[in-house]
């Protein structure tokens, strides 16, 4: 089994900053892509930042200069650096990880309000 679990979610003034975290556990051999996801009240969930295990980034247009992707492969972590926060990014967020050999999972989602 593999689990996602993520943390770092909260309640912010706009202006202010986050950081989310999500660890994979179980039976991991490695980690391709591990990305984070938002799904706001009435909206589809949307890519926010994914990050390829050599490195390479891509974020939404709405995130680009303000958020950041990093990950920890010794730990199996991927983290969000959210910075800026406006209203807009209100929503939960899911990390999501391609685990080798297992597949596609998804975490809980962590939620986050940034108020005005």
């Known amino acids: 089994q593999v689990q996602l679990v993520e943390s770092g979610g909260g309640l912010v003034q706009a202006g202010g900053s986050l950081r989310l975290s999500c660890a994979a556990s179980g039976s991991i051999f490695s980690i391709n892509d591990m990305g984070w996801y938002r799904q706001a009240p009435a909206k589809q969930r949307e890519l926010v930042a994914r990050?390829?295990?050599?490195?390479?980034?891509n974020y939404a247009d709405s995130v680009k200069g303000r958020f950041t992707i990093s990950r920890d492969d010794a730990r199996n972590t991927v983290y969000l650096q959210m910075n800026s926060l406006n209203p807009e990014d209100t929503g939960v967020y899911y990390c999501?990880?391609?685990?080798?050999?297992?597949?596609?999972?998804w975490g809980q989602g962590t939620q986050v309000t940034v108020s005005s």
């Open positions: 999501n990880a391609d685990i080798i050999p297992r597949g596609l999972f």
């Open positions: 990050m390829s295990r050599g490195g390479s980034t």
